[in-house]
């Protein structure tokens, strides 16, 4: 009885050892993969958030009131008028329908 009990002990241990073995080195090709996609993420996310700048800086220059003015007055002709040429229109009291 005791001699199986020990065949049977060393036969797990023979199997085992491969296995855990086998077992170590697929998680270290996981973790070689895992850490490549991170960097890969990483890298990415920091080119995202550089070309993010670049449009910020770039939608703020779009939006200043001197280059619409000057898109204004050079690419439509508009020209800035005097105060004094400003005609208000007193549609009366809100509410009142006229």
Known sequence: MRGSIEKWLLVSLIVLVPALFLANV???YRYTQI???VVAVHE???RVIEENKRLIVGI???RSPARIRL???DEL???PIDADDVRRIDTGEAGDGW
């Open 71 to 73: 898109l204004a007055q």
């Open 44 to 46: 990415e996310q920091l």
């Open 60 to 62: 703020s220059g779009l």
């Open 77 to 79: 002709g508009l020209q």
């Open 26 to 28: 697929w998680q270290s």
């Open 35 to 37: 850490r490549r996609e």
